[in-house]
């Protein structure tokens, strides 16, 4: 079966850090494609970052640029989001999804994780 679970979400203060996991189930982490997206109640999802484990590429909204740092590890397969310097417009619910590659269209991506809450005070 294949499945992705959350973690990390919470509550922190304008300028904080926290560090999201996507725990991965049935993928190899090998040529996968591991998308980070995020929704705020009433707006439509919007994707955040990416990363192809076949070359380590990555890709990033431009509003996380220079902010966010998504990773993955093959022998946890797990994928990480670094997120830093975080504003209160970052505050949403955070999914994880896979695909083949990266891209930014929800579409294309199948399973999805149950999604994390993200928190940013001012």
């Known amino acids: 079966e294949v499945r992705l679970v959350e973690s990390g979400g919470g509550l922190v203060q304008a300028g904080g850090s926290l560090r999201l996991s996507c725990a991965t189930s049935?993928?190899?982490?090998?040529?996968?494609?591991i998308g980070w997206f995020r929704q705020v109640p009433g707006k439509e999802r919007e994707g955040v970052s990416c990363?192809?484990?076949?070359?380590?590429?990555?890709r990033y909204a431009d509003s996380v640029k220079g902010r966010f740092t998504v990773s993955s590890d093959y022998d946890k397969k797990m994928v990480y989001l670094q997120m830093n310097s975080l504003k209160p417009e970052d505050t949403a619910v955070y999914y994880c999804?896979?695909?083949?590659?990266?891209?930014?269209?929800?579409?294309?991506?199948?399973?999805w994780g149950q999604g994390t809450q993200v928190t940013v005070s001012s």
């Open positions: 049935g993928f190899t982490l090998v040529d996968d494609a």
């Open positions: 990363i192809n484990t076949s070359d380590g590429s990555t």
């Open positions: 999804a896979a695909s083949f590659v990266c891209s930014w269209y929800e579409a294309d991506f199948n399973p």
